[in-house]
């Protein structure tokens, strides 16, 4: 079965750090994988996807994600953390009969001064 | 586009009451879901649809709680009634399965409902 795992509910970095959010998944077939992220008050928005062509893809906002199959990972990260990349970020997988997404439980991060 | 449109933004209304949230997708759209966020349950897929058919609706908590979509451009959601418990922020969202289409899901701003 489809899931995802996201490890750490609650990360926090310094201004200018490097972010780092991880997510594992488990799927019985070739995974479509992606992040979105979650301002206050907001829709979900999407920030990158893993559709099987690039294992790092580029997202919006600086952010990047690398497609591990052999540590069945899709962490999230941006070398440089700002006030506005404060957000609830969420992994996803598509599930087995294509048509829909499987969220993990999100992960907030929070950015000090 | 728009975007996906949700109404009401908020709603607030007495236990045993009937609250009906709307969302109109994204023109073109194949499929719609229904989301319910929490603090302590997070993000739980409701129903989807395809085509305009429930595909999917095991994540539906009781049958106090209904969806319809008529037609390729609207659908509700109906609790009927209302408790306490059912407050919570309700997502729509859409996406294209068909050519070029990678299931991304857009999201609508959402629908928070308060029950007293």
């Known amino acids: 079965a489809q899931s995802v795992t996201q490890l750490g509910s609650h990360v926090s970095v310094s201004e200018g750090a490097l972010v780092l959010l991880r997510c594992n998944y488990s799927s019985s077939v070739p995974p479509y994988l992606f992040w979105y992220v979650q301002y206050p008050n907001q829709g979900l928005q999407l920030l990158l996807k893993y559709t099987s062509a690039a294992t790092l893809v580029k997202g919006i906002n600086g952010f990047e994600a690398e497609f591990k199959k052999s540590e069945t990972s899709f962490h999230l990260t941006k070398p440089s953390a700002h006030m506005s990349d404060a957000a609830e970020y969420f992994c996803a997988v598509i599930n087995q009969a294509g048509t829909a997404l499987i969220f993990g439980k999100g992960t907030t991060l929070s950015v000090s001064s | 586009d728009a975007g996906v449109i949700q109404s009401p933004r908020h709603e607030v209304t007495e236990m045993g009451q009937e609250v009906t949230l709307r969302c109109k997708p994204i023109s073109g759209h194949d499929y719609l879901f229904w989301y319910r966020q929490t603090m302590m349950r997070g993000l739980e897929l409701l129903i989807y649809?395809?085509?305009?058919?429930?595909?999917?609706d095991s994540g539906m908590p009781e049958d106090r709680f209904s969806a319809k979509m008529p037609n390729a451009s609207f659908s509700t959601l109906k609790i009927q009634p209302s408790e306490p418990r059912d407050s919570a922020v309700y997502f729509c969202?859409?996406?294209?399965?068909?050519?070029?289409?990678?299931?991304?899901?857009?999201f609508g701003p959402g629908t928070r409902l308060t029950v007293l």
């Open positions: 969202a859409s996406s294209f399965s068909g050519t070029g289409g990678s299931n991304e899901q857009f």
């Open positions: 649809f395809n085509n305009n058919v429930p595909i999917d």
